[in-house]
């Protein structure tokens, strides 16, 4: 199957800059998922996105964070004002049920400094 | 509780030996689904194998298998014959109510193994 292709691969910015990560799915899978994961720690779930729509998200995806399939085949989180912490690789996925598996974007690994 | 648990911080083997990483796991549903990924250090998550609850015999995807012990909730990934590219990450997820129509199916990882093939 096509990759899912993230951008950009990496992105350094300052605390409280906005950030948009974005995600290129197959556009006849109607669910899509970010996670998060921070160095060297295990891979979070942040939200899920189904037929357009925030299905499930986790205590991490604050109001800080948002979620948008703008053109019905991109699809981004944008962070509003980052923190330190939210350094981290972060990957979009999206759920391949006919294989059982699920097919994660090359990721992006967000620094903020 | 962790609903997946990797006892196994770091593992070795080596070169074109067996290697077994460990995987438990947490639930009370009793249709759910269980991955290992593999996360070399260039950082992509990359689909070894996949098994369901209800699935009879243990699933084999070339040098990988999984022994699923069901009862005993584990799920322990083999890589058979052992190269130096098997170096890497290994995470053990699960994936909850498989069959139930829903409109999430998120996964829930496990803290991961990182396995060295010794040459």
């Known amino acids: 199957e096509p990759e899912v292709t993230q951008t950009p691969s990496h992105q350094v910015t300052q605390m409280g800059q906005e950030v948009i990560l974005r995600c290129v799915p197959i556009s006849n899978h109607l669910y899509f998922y970010w996670y998060r994961q921070i160095l060297g720690q295990k891979v979070e779930f942040l939200v899920s996105f189904y037929n357009n729509e925030i299905s499930e998200k986790s205590e991490i995806f604050d109001d800080q964070f948002s979620v948008e399939r703008p053109d019905g085949s991109n699809f981004t989180l944008k962070i509003r004002s980052t923190k330190l912490e939210d350094s981290a690789m972060y990957f979009c996925?999206?759920?391949?049920?006919?294989?059982?598996?699920?097919?994660f974007g090359s990721g992006t690994r967000l620094t903020v400094v | 509780a962790q609903k997946i648990t990797q006892t196994q911080p770091g593992m070795f083997v080596q070169e074109k030996e067996a290697v077994t990483l460990d995987c438990t796991y947490d639930t009370s549903d009793p249709s759910y689904g269980l991955f290992w990924y593999k996360q070399p250090s260039s950082g992509e998550m990359i689909f070894l194998i996949y098994q369901g609850s209800y699935d009879q015999q243990n699933a084999t995807e070339g040098r990988y298998s999984l022994n699923f012990q069901k009862a005993r909730k584990s799920a322990n990934l083999v890589i058979s014959a052992s190269q130096l590219g098997d170096s890497a990450m290994y995470f053990c997820a699960m994936r909850e109510a498989e069959n139930s129509g829903g409109s999430n199916y998120k996964l829930t990882f496990g803290k991961g193994t990182l396995l060295t093939v010794n040459p």
């Open positions: 996925a999206r759920d391949s049920r006919s294989n059982y598996g699920y097919t």
